[in-house]
């Protein structure tokens, strides 16, 4: 499967932001996916997944209450919905694919796309 990732910009604080995730290839649905994000200097960390049916999502904490994930199986997308960005929510934004793996885990997706920046100014 290959990812596209876009929607990011820049966005002041307290704004939301919506990223989407285009997947080509067959059977998007076996695949649960990820969004994860990496700052300046630091790991990559997990923002949050979705199941490949989309029935179970799980979110990092600092994504809890304020961004949604979601996948829309007929067109092969994946979205994060970003209410309340803060200043620490800059970062490039990365979609994943597994077709084994449900979590947090970045290292056990197989696929990514390239990545999306967002910017939030305070």
């Known amino acids: 499967v290959q990812l596209q990732a876009s929607g990011g910009g820049l966005v002041q604080a307290g704004g939301s932001l919506g990223l989407s995730c285009a997947a080509s290839g067959r059977a998007f649905s076996t695949y649960n996916m990820g969004w994860f994000r990496q700052a300046p200097g630091k790991e990559r960390e997990f923002v949050a997944a979705?199941?490949?049916?989309?029935?179970?999502?799980y979110y990092a904490d600092s994504a809890k209450d304020r961004f949604t994930i979601s996948r829309d199986n007929a067109k092969n997308t994946v979205n994060l919905q970003m209410n309340s960005l803060k200043p620490e929510d800059t970062a490039v934004y990365y979609c994943?694919?597994?077709?084994?793996?449900?979590?947090?885990?970045?290292?056990?997706?197989?696929?990514w796309g390239q990545g999306t920046l967002v910017t939030v100014s305070s």
């Open positions: 979705i199941s490949g049916n989309g029935d179970s999502t």
């Open positions: 994943a694919a597994s077709n084994w793996y449900y979590g947090s885990t970045y290292r056990r997706y197989a696929y």
